[in-house]
């Protein structure tokens, strides 16, 4: 248990769906990550948000959509997806501090997303 | 972009080996962190290295910050079978917000 919480742990949708994905850290951080992982590729960073503030966001498509509603929860709204963005979608949360994200990040679980 | 090239790609051992494995980039890193990813599960922290040439510990784990700062190595003494997983490395980008950038990952299966 690490403290940062992600659901659902497992997704199918077809393309033309609408779904959201939520994390939940429970460490008082105050930066929070979206990650994709495909097989045989590394981490792949998509969004960071910092003291609630998008700071990052990796050219990705506009399919995928983040909200930071407060520093402990963020949602990855998906639509319209293909099947190539089937993949393990992993949250991270740090403690930020003077704009420079801690590097020691804690990950959920992961949300396994099939695009039928 | 930096890219982190991490060594071997898998290594399939008997338990109670030692195990060794590295990570290396073309430029400076000013901290290392080594992951640890079971399946179906995320990656967890195992060791944090701040200062070129420190050498840390963690149960049965050791890591290096190697003194030129452009590598670091994990070593895993007398293996069991819970040692089986994914293990990254990772080090910030040096950028704006310094984000980490992670390794291609070294795949550890431990025969009983």
């Known amino acids: 248990e690490t403290g940062v919480t992600q659901t659902p742990r497992h997704l199918v949708m077809g393309m033309t769906n609408k779904k959201s994905l939520k994390c939940e850290q429970h460490?008082?951080?105050?930066?929070m990550y979206w990650y994709k992982q495909s097989a045989k590729k590394p981490l792949e960073l998509m969004f960071v948000y910092s003291l609630e503030e998008r700071v990052e966001n990796n050219s990705v498509p506009s399919r995928f959509s983040p909200e930071c509603p407060n520093s402990s929860h963020l949602f990855l709204h998906l639509h319209t997806l293909q099947p190539e963005d089937s993949a393990l979608y992993l949250c991270?949360?740090?403690?930020?501090?003077?704009?420079?994200?801690?590097?020691?990040?804690?990950f959920g679980p992961g949300t396994r997303l099939t695009v039928l | 972009g930096q890219q982190l090239n991490q060594s071997p790609q898998s290594m399939f051992i008997q338990e109670g080996e030692d195990v060794s494995m590295n990570c290396t980039s073309s430029s400076i890193f000013n901290t290392w962190l080594w992951y640890k990813q079971e399946p179906g599960e995320g990656p967890v922290l195992l060791i944090a290295l701040y200062k070129a040439g420190e050498l840390t510990s963690n149960g049965r784990l050791t890591a290096q910050f190697g003194i030129t700062r452009k590598d670091s190595f994990l070593n895993i003494s007398a293996s069991i079978p819970s040692d089986v997983g994914i293990y990254f490395c990772a080090g910030p980008d040096g950028g704006a917000t310094n984000k980490l950038i992670f390794g291609t990952g070294t795949l550890l299966a431990v025969q009983p």
């Open positions: 460490l008082g951080h105050n930066a």
């Open positions: 991270a949360s740090s403690q930020a501090s003077s704009g420079d994200l801690n590097n020691e990040q804690f």
